[in-house]
């Protein structure tokens, strides 16, 4: 069955630090995997997408993930953080419909 | 501009009572969503449609009902509302499946008294 797991409810990073926020998937076929943010009263907006091209995909406001079928892993990262990043974030899995995970609420100290 | 629109975006309700909450998009996508949103759980998907006359049970669609006459709406129906319903929904849509992004409403927060 397809899911979706996103390790850490929570995670606070510095101004300026590296963000990481992880994502493990389980789908018996390769899936299109997806970032999407969500700031406060919002609805979900697309951050960045694989669809089986380069592992490394490159999405908006300075944010990356890289896919590794090896680790079944689609990890987000950024390597510095800003105060307009605080928000939550929900990887998701498509092979016929999408699927989210739990979120991480990502919190940016000054 | 081509939207997705949500009504109505706030709603208290009673234990018992119908209610229905309108999806709108006017992209002419086939594939159309809804998703409610609760603290620890994400979003789970209630009930999907890939096209008109088209409807399926997502993880979590007990209680709850669709229907798809048109490309532009899916409209999402609470029977008899009650208080484990009480939560934000969203509604979603996209060209087809694998199409990438999927494009979300801004959201209907639903309380059930």
């Known amino acids: 069955a397809q899911s979706v797991t996103q390790l850490g409810s929570h995670v606070s990073v510095s101004e300026g630090a590296l963000v990481l926020l992880r994502c493990n998937y389980s789908?018996?076929?390769?899936?299109?995997l997806f970032w999407y943010v969500q700031y406060p009263n919002q609805g979900l907006q697309l951050l960045l997408k694989y669809t089986s091209a380069a592992t490394l995909v490159k999405g908006i406001n300075g944010f990356e993930a890289e896919f590794k079928k090896s680790e079944t892993s689609f990890h987000l990262t950024k390597p510095s953080a800003h105060m307009s990043d605080a928000a939550e974030y929900f990887c998701a899995s498509d092979t016929d419909k999408l699927i989210f995970g739990t979120g991480t609420r990502l919190q940016v100290f000054p | 501009d081509a939207e997705i629109t949500q009504s109505p975006r706030h709603k208290i309700t009673e234990t018992g009572r119908q209610v229905t909450l309108a999806c709108h998009q006017t992209?002419?996508?086939?594939?159309m969503f809804w998703y409610r949103q609760d603290l620890g759980h994400g979003l789970r998907l209630i009930h999907y449609?890939?096209?008109?006359?088209?409807?399926n049970k997502g993880e979590v669609s007990d209680g709850y009902s669709v229907s798809r006459s048109n490309t532009e709406d899916l409209p999402l129906t609470l029977e008899s509302a009650a208080s484990s319903q009480t939560s934000v929904y969203f509604c979603?849509?996209?060209?087809?499946?694998?199409?990438?992004?999927?494009?979300f409403g801004e959201g209907s927060r639903l309380t059930v008294l």
């Open positions: 979603a849509s996209r060209g087809g499946p694998n199409t990438g992004e999927l494009f």
């Open positions: 449609s890939y096209g008109v006359q088209d409807t």
């Open positions: 992209w002419n996508h086939n594939n």
């Open positions: 789908s018996s076929v390769p899936p299109y």
